[in-house]
């Protein structure tokens, strides 16, 4: 069965460590031209670290929308974008938090924004969490990390407090799947 969409040709029009932006010629089943423009990032992790029902959030100031918002710990490291998400998630786990965790449960994996970027992103459910060193990086450096009951996370998405459509998701997920 032929694709759905049969790419002519692809430019890169940008790129610096983090991503890759292109710019793909196409031609659709019907016969008709068009153009993708196709962010490149590497999968990223997300992790919901609880424990007596309470969740660790991470609260720090994303340039992008100007504001500080509260979410799940995670992160990428575009250095080693084949790195193992398991090792990747105890490591901004410990990074972000200072926490480690006994167990760590992969709950899923889902895209980020489909419709113009391939990135996704892998949930861990992290327990049996002890408390260590918190390791941030320097673009991290104004993080908060607070734990907060369950009930009141999920009132903070319902409110509109918690933005960030990636700690919805995976909320959203480990609820679904009874983890949470």
Excluded: C
Excluded at 165 to 174: D, I, P, Q
């Amino acid at each position: 069965m032929p694709p759905d969409i049969k790419t002519l040709s692809s430019r890169t029009v940008y790129e610096n460590r983090w991503m890759r932006v292109r710019e793909d010629s196409i031609r659709r089943q019907d016969g008709s031209p068009g153009i993708y423009g196709v962010v490149e990032k590497a999968d990223f992790v997300v992790i919901a670290p609880i424990e007596n029902g309470r969740i660790h959030l991470v609260e720090q100031y994303r340039y992008p929308v100007q504001g500080r918002y509260w979410e799940l710990p995670q992160g990428s490291w575009e250095d080693a974008p084949g790195i193992d998400p398991l090792e990747l998630a105890r490591a901004e786990l410990r990074e972000e938090t200072g926490l480690s965790a006994r167990t760590m449960i992969h709950a899923g994996h889902l895209f980020e924004a489909s419709g113009y970027a391939t990135q996704g992103f892998h949930i861990y459910l992290a327990q049996g969490l002890l408390e260590g060193e918190v390791r941030r990086e320097q673009s991290e450096q104004d993080m908060v990390s607070r734990a907060f009951p369950v009930e009141e996370v999920l009132a903070m998405v319902l409110n509109g407090t918690i933005k960030d459509a990636a700690t919805v998701a995976a909320l959203g997920l480990l609820r679904l799947k009874g983890l949470l």
